[in-house]
């Protein structure tokens, strides 16, 4: 493991931001992922390595108009307990009590998570479902400038992000779900948790009279990054959740997937799972 | 060459300490390593085992994930700290009474976890033990008696209306 030359604990998102300009520099958060991947070599510390846990904005929740805004440093144990974001969003509840350990949860952030690309963090199905935005920030012309990016444009490749060098994740936005909304999250483990899941699926949607609007299908863990299956959706929307639009559903989605083997699974069986698991929510929110 | 470094203050088991650390280290190894608090365990390096568990602002951590330097300004208690206060004697005597120690390796770990857990859920059952216990592996595999051993303190607890004293001093 190489060593960083610098160290710099910003207090505020301006100060990290500007620390970012200079460039070649490595963000710790959490550490859950940076930890064991420089331990492993395949992490490269850069020249300065920046501590942004001292950073009060970036650990808040919020709702602002239509919005709710959740800090980067949010932790996934925050996802559990706090009672706001429980009540907007229980399906982020839902994903957190399936993630990792008690430990990890009380040190993995929202924004780690989703800036380590892995093709099955936990979170980013979910928050495709939802709808979720991501807010970057980064000096340009000598000032602070904020962009939002949709989730789903954020994922290039597995551990490849849309956040370019200069930027710092601040916060994940999500649009307040309206009424009757419905979201599940099911991760396909072993274990009740701490797997790495074999493949996780999230489906969200207004549910009235067994049928789903503005309905969202996301998937992990079957893809090179976190992916919405959009005619799997198409499929849905509007319909009632009968066996035969179940089944269109659960086929569509199996061919929108291309999962490959590794010593989790078969790129066969992942398949079989995404149709299965498909049906299994699908019979659910169609009895709900 | 001297790796990079930076000087911390924390709290560690009560007590102010300050330190040189070099910025890669790990809580765990300076616990072990620099401070020579052994108690807290290596195992598996990263973050599977829960063995190297300790409680930083009343939150349970692997110390193995933590960068030392991060533990700035931060309030740590490990295994020792917690061996320390006769408020966890009650706990420690459970494992003894449930057999709930074989090797002994994982030990540490699944005390600070349960020593935790237990301040925050006095009234958790069976179920909710186990999740609470999950992040902490014991390769001995003697996971009934460790549960039973927390299972007994939660009993006991309501037993005695104990409650209180299921509350870290830290």
Redesign the interface.
Known sequence: ?N?????L?PASVDEAAGALSRGNATV?A???DL??Q??QGVRV?RHT?I?I?RIAELKAVSRSGDWLRIGALVSV?DLLQNSTLRGICPMLAETADHF?????R??ATVGGNLCNASPAGDLSPPLLALDASVEMACHRDGRLQRRSLPLDQFFLGPRRTALAENELLTAVQIPLPPPRHYGRFFKLGI????DIAIISVALAGVLENRKLNRVRVAFGAVAPTPLRARRAEALLEGRILDEETIRAAAQAAREEVTPITDVRASAWYRSEMVSSMMRRLLHEAAGA | MK??A?EITFTLNGRPRSVEV???L?ALELLRDVLGLTGTKYAC????C?AC?ILVDD????S????A??L?GRAVTTIEGIAADDASEPLIQAFVNAGAVQCGFCTPGLVV?ARH?LAHHANADRAAIK??L???LCRCTGYQKIIDAVAERVAALHERGEEKDARSRS
């Not at chain 1, 274990?191 to 701490?194: I, V």
């Not at chain 2, 939150?59 to 692997?62: K, M, N, P, Q």
């Not at chain 2, 193995?64 to 960068?67: E, I, R, V």
């Open positions: 493991m060593s960083p030359a610098a160290y604990v710790l959490g550490g859950t930890m064991p420089a331990n510390f390595l501590n846990n144990t990792a350990s008690d430990q990890i009380n040190a274990r009740p948790a701490l | 790796p990079p930076r070099p910025l890669t790990s390096g990263e973050g599977e829960g568990t939150r349970s951590l692997c193995c994930l933590l960068f330097v991060d700035d976890q857990f999740r609470a999950e992040g902490n």
